[in-house]
């Protein structure tokens, strides 16, 4: 029996292991044309901005404490790589504790401008989505999720871009409280993998250095497709800055390397194959749990049988 219980605790921390490990940990390599780390100057000269951006040599702003804006920006060349890694390190403060919308990493067809975190609703490509907002149809509070459309369904922010929804994870406190406009660090990190037309998210906060495993989805993202960051404000409002953006290419083996006349978006809900793992290891906990509870009512029934059949006298009873 115990050695059975060390291998079922064995097979429960491998799995979450595997669940927190990023692919590019070991073969990532900058990108040096797509990344933004302070002092960032005249960024702008790589990267096209629109809406309320506003950038000092410490961040860029995407959007101020003002109700009803946006912000977004756009980098000027393609993502021309088949593997890729995006570390996003955000900070989102209000000044009273209620705050809106969000912010988000996309990889689109073409930029554009809009009210879905900053761009347009239609749009035609993949999504990570930070929500800071409790919605009606959104019971659970702020979340990260990845969203893809072709351009035919409409994100909708009073709904949680549910239409267009691909995973999600609930993550709380990713705004803080700021009424006297202090200066602090990151309020939420988020890293974004894409290899093997499996795209996964992971996200962290300041006070630790553990990336945790939110959620993935099979999605192919065409080469050349635009990379851009994103966010805006609703009734509530709450200020997004943008305080280092790190990209990695993963080196694709040629097994999954894409072929052009076949580059096109695609995009559909895939359970992560340690969330299998977990269930089938959850299904097997129970039956070895119904087991013993059945060989012990045997145990039992035959003893009682017993006493009843020699007709001793016994302190236990049936």
């Not at 996003?88 to 009273?96: E, L, N």
């Not at 879905?116 to 907002?133: E, K, R, W």
């Amino acid at each position: 029996m115990l050695p059975l219980f060390l291998l079922l605790s064995f097979h429960g921390a491998t799995s979450t292991e595997q669940k927190n490990r990023r692919w590019s940990s070991e073969y990532a390599l900058p990108v040096a044309r797509l990344t933004l780390t302070k002092p960032y100057g005249q960024f702008w000269t790589h990267w096209d901005v629109r809406g309320k951006v506003a950038s000092t040599n410490n961040e860029i702003r995407l959007t101020p404490a003002v109700k009803g804006v946006s912000g977004a920006i756009w980098s000027k060349t393609s993502l021309a790589m088949g593997g890729f890694g995006v570390e996003v390190d955000f900070r989102f403060a209000s000044k009273d504790g209620l705050h809106a919308d969000g912010a988000a990493v996309w990889f689109v067809d073409k930029p554009s401008h809009g009210p879905a975190y900053g761009i347009s609703s239609n749009f035609t490509g993949i999504g990570v989505v930070l929500d800071t907002f409790k919605n009606l149809d959104y019971s659970s509070g702020s979340f990260i999720g990845i969203v893809g459309s072709d351009g035919t369904t409409t994100h909708t922010m009073d709904h949680n871009g549910k239409e267009v929804m691909l995973g999600k994870c609930n993550v709380p406190n990713m705004v803080k409280v700021d009424k006297n406009r202090k200066m602090f660090g990151a309020t939420i990190s988020v890293y974004v993998e894409y290899l093997g037309n499996i795209i996964r998210v992971f996200y962290k906060y300041p006070d630790t250095d553990e990336w945790k495993f939110c959620d993935d989805s099979k999605v192919h993202i065409p080469l050349a497709y635009s990379m851009g960051l994103s966010a805006s404000t609703g009734e509530l409002s709450s200020r997004h800055e943008l305080l280092a953006l790190r990209v990695f290419e993963i080196p694709v083996d040629a097994s999954i390397a894409v072929k052009r006349s076949t580059d096109k978006l695609s995009f559909q809900k895939v359970i992560s194959t340690t969330t299998n793992q977990e269930d089938e290891l959850t299904t097997v906990i129970w039956v070895f749990l119904f087991a013993i509870i059945v060989i012990i009512i045997i145990l039992a029934a035959i003893l009682c049988l017993d006493y009843y059949v020699n007709g001793e006298d016994r302190i236990l009873t049936c």
